[in-house]
């Protein structure tokens, strides 16, 4: 069992930066791949950016560029940092880890055994 809570959301303005933390605990952090997904009203979730155990990055086009998702094993944490926001951005932001996701799943929400409770990242002048 993994536990994940998120943390570093809140109201930002347009153009500006935040960096989201997930915290890991209950099992090794290490051989986990790690992946942010957001979800913004009335609409599904989608997938932001995962981290893999030997942490090379995958990312979703609207955010390339713009976001980086980099892990730290050493404090079981996985971040994101996400700068130039714009309200398009707008979500609740959840973390998601998994032991056994294939390269050809990692934007899949349904192949992530383990997810956050989500922090809720507003955009908004």
């Known amino acids: 069992q993994v536990r994940l809570e998120e943390s570093g959301g809140g109201l930002v303005h347009p153009g500006g930066s935040v960096r989201l933390s997930c915290a890991a605990s209950?099992?090794?952090?290490?051989?986990?791949?790690v992946g942010w997904f957001r979800q913004a009203p009335g609409k599904e979730r989608e997938f932001v950016a995962a981290?893999?155990?030997?942490?090379?990055?995958h990312y979703a086009d609207s955010v390339k560029g713009r976001f980086t998702i980099t892990r730290d094993n050493t404090k079981n944490t996985a971040y994101l940092q996400m700068n130039g926001l714009n309200p398009e951005d707008t979500a609740v932001y959840s973390c998601?880890?998994?032991?056994?996701?294939?390269?050809?799943?990692?934007?899949?929400?349904?192949?992530?055994?383990?997810w956050g409770q989500g922090t809720q990242v507003t955009v908004s002048s």
């Open positions: 998601a880890a998994s032991s056994t996701i294939i390269l050809s799943s990692i934007r899949q929400p349904p192949m992530y055994a383990y």
């Open positions: 209950g099992r090794a952090f290490r051989p986990l791949t």
């Open positions: 981290i893999r155990s030997g942490s090379s990055t």
